[in-house]
């Protein structure tokens, strides 16, 4: 079960998948909350991780697969922590991209320049204003931070729909709603590009404190964008972690 981030949808995905399915792995990409015109409500509260976890859990109902190994690229990694956290039963695996272990994550404001990297994340909780820079400015933020141009203009002509943008900015207006992401026991694998503008290495190498399970790490020459420019190392690492699992 793969999981895409912001702004992303399941295209970050494309050059994965086929890797995955020459493997013999059955692949779900779902286009998650909010950015689904079929599933976009409008409440803060309706965004909180609680919300999006249980949206990944009925999916694997409807799907009938009781245990999937699980992939996650930014807010879709906080997605997979939660998920292999609270339902290790429903996991087999979890391999996370970019994103660190929440609780590493928020410990690293205190330790790091985490806080002044995250300050974005502060400012989407304001009404309306995100949305309305955001329009103006994505295009040169996607390509100023090195996501390839077709990816850049996919994610921007998704986003130009205002409703899909203010449902990709509600996951950051529902952060302030979560609970204490568990320790992970589950096998994980986490990849992480040193050169993140988002993400910093204190928060990366404290995340290993809140895995209880067999876990890789893997610090990569490369900046936030994982699954687009890095799809071979990536499927590498969700492979090699699914085997090790299986």
Not at 199 to 206: I, K, N, S
Request: hydrophobic share 40%.
């Amino acid at each position: 079960m793969l999981l895409h981030g912001f702004p992303q949808d399941v295209s970050c995905y494309d050059d994965v998948v086929p890797k995955l399915l020459t493997a013999g792995y059955r692949v779900l990409v779902p286009t998650q909350r909010g950015y689904a015109a079929s599933a976009r409500p409008p409440r803060r509260r309706d965004y909180r991780p609680s919300e999006l976890i249980n949206d990944m859990v009925g999916l694997l109902d409807a799907a009938g697969v009781d245990r999937a190994h699980v992939v996650g690229h930014d807010w879709g990694g906080a997605v997979a922590w939660g998920v292999a956290g609270r339902y290790p039963e429903r996991v087999r695996s979890v391999t996370v991209l970019s994103t660190p272990h929440p609780r590493a994550w928020a410990e690293s404001m205190l330790r790091s320049n985490q806080a002044l990297r995250s300050w974005y994340m502060a400012f989407f909780q304001l009404p309306r204003l995100p949305e309305f820079l955001l329009a103006s400015r994505l295009s040169r933020t996607l390509s100023d931070t090195g996501l390839p141009a077709e990816h850049v203009d996919r994610n921007c002509a998704l986003m130009a729909d205002r409703r899909a943008l203010t449902g990709a900015v509600n996951w950051y207006r529902g952060m302030p709603l979560s609970g204490v992401t568990p320790d992970v026991a589950v096998p994980t694998s986490f990849l992480w590009g040193a050169r993140d503008f988002a993400l910093g290495r204190v928060a990366a190498e404290r995340t290993a404190a809140h895995v209880t399970g067999d876990y890789t790490f893997e610090a990569l020459n490369a900046g936030h964008w994982l699954p687009e420019p890095r799809s071979d190392q990536v499927a590498e690492a969700i492979i090699e972690r699914a085997r090790s699992a299986t």
